[in-house]
């Protein structure tokens, strides 16, 4: 044949690369990649756990987020609550001051009534008292103005300014 | 320092004293014409060597088989002593050999996404094949011919038989893609590519055999003999044992994928049952 062209070498050929295939296919390739293969799934389980590790953080964390929420709600009522007791206690009190300087005063109002009333009384009688000893006196002196002398009485004694 | 520059200043010595004993001694003459080295190259037919005393072959046979013997072994040792020791955190021989195999197996799923199982494998031993026997041309193993003369074996791929071999073996693989996507509708969309096993077989072998070829015109003259077999050697010869590796597999690769692509009407049909289930 022309170039030398061999089927029975070609054939030979042939055989030798079926060999090579199967024996590179069996001894190398196949282990290699059943290797690379089985790394790559590894890898790729330790990512899905790292994936299902973070998802359950992230629901810890919403969770997390969420209890801290209730719980500012929560502290907001309190506080609500605390300020309105406050002020409650604080209108009650006032309240009571308010009756209480009601009272007083009433009281105090009274007493200065009574005391009023008293002083009245007591000038009154004084002034009864003195009026009383006047007469005596006029009656003890005769001639003089009753008027006058009663004027000198109640100054103390002293004569009157008008004469 | 002083070290290296007296070593260097030996070596510098040493290589003209080989040269000047070379051109003294001078050169008993070419036993064969240019024309008669070269055709030799291509066609071998002096140079026939005995398969185990079973029959007469090319010398590019015994090269194929020593480079599936060896790789074959290499493989077998690394399955024996490397592979049980594979860790998740590779070292420098598990991730040479983790890129080899993702390399080939990317370039199957990359070209071929519905079927590349067997194209991965496939790719792997025909690139693996391809690389290491153009480069072990390199070694300049030495053979005797049926006639006893000494014959330095040439890569297995520059015999046109092992070319022809690779070359419409890949074409069968590719056409086995076919016909398990696509039953007979694979066979006929295969065969409209009927040039493809006579483009690669000849395209590795011309590329390969200009290699052969270029070396032997370079070893034919003494002159030529010196410093220049380092690049013609050493760097062509690596060159296109990547470019070689690359082009075959990825033809491969590229018409599998395209002859295993499921038809539309498969497609619509699957759709359908699926539908229906």
Known sequence: MPLNINLQQILLHWMNLAILTGGLYFLLYKPVKDFM??????????????????????????????????????????????????????????????????????????????????????SQREMRDLAAKAAKKLAAKPGADFFDQFLDLTEGGKPHEGR | MKQHKKGLAVCLAA???????ALMAGSPGPSESVQEAMRDAVLHG????SLFGLM??????????????FLLLCAALIRVFAIPRFQYQPGKLQLVLEELVGLFDGMAKGNSPHRNRFLGAYLFAAGSYIFVG?????????????????????????????AIAMGTLSYLVILSGGVASNGLGGVGKTLKEFSLPISMSFRLFGALLSG??????????????????????????????????????????????EVSEPSPKKEKKKKLQAKNA
């Open chain 2, 46 to 49: 002096t140079g026939q060597i």
């Open chain 2, 15 to 21: 290589a003209v004293l080989l040269l000047i004993a």
């Open chain 1, 37 to 122: 293969d089985k790394r790559t799934a590894h890898y790729q389980e330790l990512e899905e756990q790292a994936a299902d590790k973070l998802a359950q953080a992230e629901l810890l964390e919403s969770q997390a987020k969420a209890k801290l929420e209730a719980a500012d709600d929560e502290i907001h009522d309190e506080r609500m609550r605390a300020q309105q007791a406050a002020s409650d206690a604080a209108q009650e009190q006032l309240a009571q001051a308010e009756e209480q300087a009601r009272r007083i005063i009433a009281k105090a109002q009274a007493e200065a009534e009574q005391s009023k009333e008293r002083a009245l009384r007591e």
């Open chain 2, 134 to 162: 153009t480069l072990s041309e390199l070694l300049g193993l030495q053979a005797v011919t049926i006639h006893g003369h000494p014959i330095t074996l040439p890569a297995p791929l520059s015999d046109v038989n092992a």
């Open chain 2, 212 to 257: 052969l070829l270029v070396t032997e015109l370079v070893y034919y003259y003494v002159a030529l003999s010196f410093v220049l077999p380092v690049v013609v050697g050493v760097l062509f010869t690596l060159l296109h044992a990547l470019i070689q590796t690359y082009v075959l597999t990825m033809l491969t690769a590229l018409y599998y994928g």
């Open chain 2, 56 to 69: 007469t072959v090319n010398p590019g046979m015994i090269s194929a088989l020593l480079v599936t013997a």
